[in-house]
């Protein structure tokens, strides 16, 4: 049964580039579901990667709330933010940009360890399995730039996943991928999306993806202007 | 983890971090070779004075320093031993001459006369022979580091200081005078070679009996020798040292120059941090994204510069150490006190800590935002 993670309301965000005020993101609400492949697509500067980063508690936003496990979390502080975020959330970026400088493992166990202390056995356990389950594991001592593309946004997905994330937020991480990477790595979070205390949400323009979708959420000038589950059209799909 | 990434991401930028390196060395190196030599100097300063074995040093009234003293009338020394503290008080006496070198030059030499048979307040260490050279009457002794300026003379030569006959008798070992070249011989001889009246010295030196209250001592001496300057050994030592530090351009030449490898130092190292963390922008965005406070990112900030500078402490240090080691006979006064080089090494520390705050500034503006750009 789904559960919504992360609830929007009347969100909206303004940027100030030296000269004017402008709204990239318009007045949304709008919840965030586990067991859910969520794609969030539109053109470009409409504005999905800020409500990514707004979901993914990086921007706060200039007004609305944002609920979390019945939480609002909008006016927590910055380091109460970093924290909330290492715990419930794993990212995955465009370039999978793992630290050049640390191995594979030591990418992958970062967010267990980075507000200090360090690396349980459990954890280090945990981020061999990961590395086991997408079949990385003789990889485990490489450095990011002696894998593919594909390689590295499979490491940075289990990166993402070492803390057990309420939400995987990806941004775009197939547009740097080949056909055969990029199905590998959709497949891949499809399935960590099937989670029943997990769901996946991916900026995208890639049509590659849509399919993938279990909700697709389109936006247009900050404001979104398809969203099934708020058209009922998602409720029509499931009586069907 | 942090300490782990910090390091990993300063070895990843060989050359940023091999520059701020090189900005820890160069404060640790320049700042150590001027203590280095500045402590050579200060060491040369007083040297006669350290050296003496004496307690006391009985001097003309208002004397600044070891090597501008007037001139005592010698029966002070029979007043001194009177005082039954005393064990035993010499005379010496400190005058300039020109050396005749063997082919013709001269060259101007401080000649110290010992009253023998003690000759308290002569040299300490030699290469050839041994202090009691100097009771023989025409024996002269001139150091390692001064043979090339003498001529390089050898042992038994006979050649002129003035107009007298003088031996070469022994060769001492590092052992240089601030006033001028120095030279040690017997009070006989050094009243020849100069003409110094017989019934005056420079300087008398006095030595305590074992278990003396030298408070008391020193003021039984001081109201025997109204006129004189009565002074420890320290207090001449300090006093000559002040003297020198104040009156000539050393103490703010060393202070100026010590400051400039400073700043050097610490302008590479703020800028080598800076650009580090320039180039790693995007890490830091990621890592802030993943979860790092601001107060992670200041952690791995600062364990970057203390890596930097315990790397560069190390170095530096080694080079000083073969500085040190390198010119340890030679012309160039080097010397290191051992308390110098941990406190040099702490305060580098610090100053690479503030090098880096520069860096921190930077580090902490990163926006976590920018990772999705």
């Known amino acids: 049964m789904p559960k919504i993670a992360v609830r929007l309301d009347n969100i909206t965000r303004e940027f100030f580039d030296g000269k004017r005020t402008r709204l990239v993101l318009r007045s949304t609400s709008l919840g965030i579901y586990t067991q859910e492949f969520t794609v969030i697509a539109g053109p470009s500067g409409s504005g999905k990667t800020t409500l990514l980063t707004i979901i993914g508690l990086i921007l706060k936003p200039t007004s609305g709330n944002l609920v979390i496990n019945e939480k609002d979390v909008t006016d927590l502080s910055e380091d109460e933010l970093a924290t909330f975020r290492m715990q419930k959330f794993g990212f995955v970026f465009q370039n999978a940009d793992l630290i050049p400088a640390v191995n594979v493992m030591q990418n992958i166990l970062i967010p267990t360890a980075i507000q200090g202390g360090s690396v349980s056995p459990t954890e280090k356990g945990k981020a061999e399995k990961l590395l086991e389950e997408f079949g990385l594991i003789s990889y485990a001592e490489a450095m990011p730039q002696q894998l593919s593309a594909g390689q590295r946004q499979r490491v940075a997905i289990a990166r993402a996943m070492i803390n057990d994330p309420v939400l995987l937020l990806c941004d775009e991480p197939t547009s740097a991928l080949d056909v055969e990477s990029s199905t590998i790595v959709l497949d891949t979070l499809k399935k960590l999306s099937q989670d029943e205390n997990r769901g996946v949400v991916m900026v995208t323009h890639d049509p590659r993806v849509f399919p993938y979708a279990d909700r697709m959420i389109k936006l247009e000038n900050g404001e979104v202007i398809y969203d099934p589950r708020s058209s009922g059209e998602d409720e029509n799909e499931k009586k069907r | ?373």
């Open chain 2, 1 to 373: 983890m942090r300490r782990l990434v910090a390091i990993k991401i300063l070895l990843h930028d060989r050359s940023t971090t091999a520059g701020a390196v090189l900005g820890v060395v160069a404060i640790i190196f320049l700042v150590g070779q001027q203590l280095t030599i500045f402590f050579g100097l200060l060491s040369f300063m007083s040297a006669l004075v350290d050296h003496s074995g004496a307690d006391v040093w009985v001097s003309s009234k208002n004397t600044d320093n070891i090597n501008a003293a007037g001139s005592l009338p010698i029966r002070y020394v029979d007043r001194v031993m009177g005082l039954p503290e005393v064990e035993w008080a010499e005379p010496i006496v400190s005058t300039a001459g020109v050396y005749r070198r063997k082919d013709g030059k001269f060259e101007p030499v401080q000649v110290l006369g010992l009253a023998r048979p003690r000759l308290a307040g002569g040299p300490w260490r030699f290469s050839e022979g041994s202090i009691d050279v100097l009771l023989d009457y025409e024996g002269l002794t001139v150091d390692q580091l001064n043979l090339k300026i003498f001529g390089n003379p050898r042992t038994e030569d006979i050649l002129e200081i003035g107009e007298s006959r003088i031996r070469i008798a022994g060769i001492t070992e590092n052992i240089r005078g601030f006033g001028g070249t120095l030279v040690f011989t017997n009070l006989n001889k050094a009243r020849e070679i100069s003409g110094y009246p017989p019934d005056r010295c420079s300087n008398i030196l006095v030595k305590f009996k074992p278990g003396t209250n030298a408070s008391l001592a020193f003021g039984k001496l001081r109201g025997l020798l109204p006129k004189a300057e009565v002074l420890s050994t320290e207090s001449l030592s300090a006093r000559t040292r002040i003297y020198y530090l104040t009156n000539t351009g050393i103490g703010s030449s060393f202070g100026f120059s010590t400051m400039i490898g400073v700043l050097v130092g610490i302008v590479i190292i703020m800028l080598t941090m800076y650009t580090n963390v320039l180039n790693r922008q995007k890490d830091f965005a990621v890592l802030r994204a993943l979860g790092a406070r601001k107060k992670d990112i200041v952690v791995i900030v600062f364990y970057q510069a203390l890596f930097v500078a315990l790397v560069g402490i190390f170095v530096g240090l080694l080079l000083l150490a073969f500085f040190l080691g390198g010119t340890r006979d030679s012309r160039l006064p080097s010397y290191m006190i051992s308390w110098v080089p941990p406190v040099h090494a702490f305060f580098t520390v610090i100053l690479c800590l503030l090098g880096s705050l520069l860096a921190m500034r930077r580090a902490i503006r990163i926006e976590p935002a920018s990772a999705f750009r």
